[in-house]
């Protein structure tokens, strides 16, 4: 998402603009489920409980340009950028390449 809109994703503006999105949020198991705002991370309680282990992997590879946060069992990421957002035209800015393989 990041590199598509050449924005970052930003937990402090998702935080504030996340509960204004979800009240018109037309699917049902989006709009039902809990929002859960962490210090570092805002993520969803979908209890869709799936094996996180490659998604952390990728994560700590990452290191401090992840900015979302550690993914808890049963949740999602909300990952959101705005167009209200200045563009950041360096999109290869701390990303490690990795084989799409993998």
């Avoid at 309680?45 to 282990?53: L, P, S």
């Amino acid at each position: 998402m990041e590199t598509s809109t050449q924005r970052l994703c930003d937990p402090k503006l998702i935080k504030e603009y996340a509960p204004i999105i979800w009240k018109s949020c037309p699917v049902p198991y989006i709009k039902n489920s809990i929002l859960k705002f962490e210090e570092e991370s805002v993520l969803i309680d979908t209890k869709y409980f799936v094996d996180h282990e490659k998604v952390m992997n990728i994560v700590s590879e990452l290191g401090d340009s992840w900015k979302l946060g550690k993914l808890l069992e049963g949740m999602e990421y909300i990952a959101i950028t705005f167009q209200f957002q200045p563009q950041d035209n360096n999109k290869s800015r701390n990303q490690k390449k990795r084989d799409p393989t993998n």
